[in-house]
């Protein structure tokens, strides 16, 4: 399944060569939720809880506007490669919390002739996810070293232009034990109009 995902997603650059828009989009999420992982101490000031599913995601994709369907409004599909990453430092010493996910995900927005770069109002999407190299670690007096297994998920988005609120549904496993790592996130992604002139909306 991971594989297949991968492969999707990264061949989504070759629609360049087909008659769709085509557009590189960058985004920043907040994320929160899921089981506690940790609490970091810190001096003179309160106690920092760690969740699985807590982070800031930053990402890079490809969005390819699909051909037209006889439905009032768009369909979009969005690839996207990133790192969502928790960092800091406690009394025992620094910690950091990293996994890399790939997602592949299907949008379906107004269509509209105006705001072509920025999308023409309410979207939904729904999508794919699955997470890299995710893993927890704390360097100091109380050193660890956390390896997790993970598995495809499975990411909501709603929002009005760049704008939304989403929900990643996501299991790790480490020593047998299954943990969840959903969370809620709002974000923002931002099209770059690469070929044919468009973002998120229609030319």
Not at 21 to 35: K, N, Q, Y
Not at 117 to 133: D, M, N
Request: proline fraction near 4%; charged fraction near 20%.
């Amino acid at each position: 399944m991971k594989q297949l995902l991968a492969l999707i997603a990264l061949s989504l650059p070759t629609v360049a060569l087909a008659d769709w828009p085509l557009a590189v989009t960058l985004g920043l999420e907040s994320h929160t939720g899921g089981d506690r992982w940790d609490s970091i101490e810190r001096s003179g000031e309160p106690s920092r809880d760690i969740d699985l599913g807590d982070g800031l995601y930053f990402s890079g994709g490809v969005a390819a506007q699909l051909p037209e369907w006889p439905i009032n409004g768009r369909l979009t599909l969005h690839s996207r490669l990133g790192v969502k990453t928790v960092l800091g430092e406690g009394d025992d010493g620094r910690y950091s919390k990293l996994a890399y996910p790939l997602e592949l995900g299907l949008r379906y927005t107004n269509d509209c002739a105006l705001f072509s770069t920025l999308g023409c109002g309410f979207f939904i999407e729904a999508g794919a996810v699955y997470p890299f190299s995710a893993h927890y670690r704390m360097a100091g007096s109380q050193e660890r070293d956390d390896d997790f297994e993970t598995q495809p998920g499975y990411s909501l988005r709603a929002g009005w232009f760049v704008f939304y609120l989403g929900y990643w549904h996501q299991r790790y496993q480490l020593n047998n034990e299954d943990y969840d790592a959903s969370s809620l996130n709002v974000g923002i992604e931002v099209p770059v109009a690469v070929k044919g002139n468009w973002g998120f909306g229609r030319e």
